[in-house]
């Protein structure tokens, strides 16, 4: 389309610029303006134009100032518009945060009950503390001597109140390796005997004594059965 507005503009502006030739130069241009699709511009009678004399060949040409402005006219009216390209049309989207997930809440853990054992402090019900301090063999006293064959285990218990609690030491038994339970006796001092309404936050220790044959004097377990719960503890001595 642009080579015919320009075929059309060059032979307007060769014709004479007289007014014999101006019906043939204005159809011309109009055509032009028709193929171009404006309106933008019309050619003044050429009376009114500003003629410029050229050397070549004699002859007059279309006026310097029509010839170019209606070269810069149909240019700039006939070029289709333009998209933006893709990087200047793009705009910025604005960042959007995502919606804050609610952070869930971890589970406590349960902190694992220690194991029993020598020193270690063992809940009783919702009443008590029960801790073995020590357990070791004990000779006896001029009165007190065992069994031939035999030997005596004296295991020191401490007992702490939560709440008003009691206990006696006919509660404390001996389990061997091979499951043989003992009593206790009447043997080390201070022994732990027995107490009904131990304040809370107070606490009362003492020794039981056991007699056991000397070849199981290994794998000793304390057994406690309160008389207030039906659970029994166990607590290794070894």
Known sequence: MRIRIAFLLVAAARDECCPADYARRQGLLQEAVRISGTTCYREAPPSEALMIRTPFAGRSTVPAALLITSLLLVAACSSPATSPSPSEAASVAPSV??????????????????????????????????????????????????????????????????????????????????????????????????????????????????????????????????????????????
């Open 97 to 238: 945060s995502p919606s804050a997930q609610p952070t869930a809440t971890p589970e406590p853990t349960a902190t694992p009950e220690p194991t029993p054992g020598v020193g270690v402090q063992v809940l009783v019900g919702d009443q008590q503390y029960v801790t073995v301090t020590l357990a070791e063999p004990w000779a006896g006293t001029d009165q007190i001597k065992p069994a031939a064959g035999n030997v005596f285990i004296t295991v020191n218990i401490r007992i702490d109140a939560i709440t008003t609690t009691s206990f006696t030491s006919d509660d404390f038994t001996l389990k061997d390796a091979d499951g043989n339970s003992y009593t206790q006796m009447l043997g080390r001092s201070p022994r732990l005997s027995y107490l009904d309404g131990l304040e809370p936050d107070h606490n009362y220790a003492g020794f039981v004594t056991f007699e056991i044959p000397a070849d199981m004097n290994a794998k000793l377990t304390l057994v406690y059965s309160p008389n207030f719960l039906t659970t029994t503890y166990e607590i290794p001595l070894s």
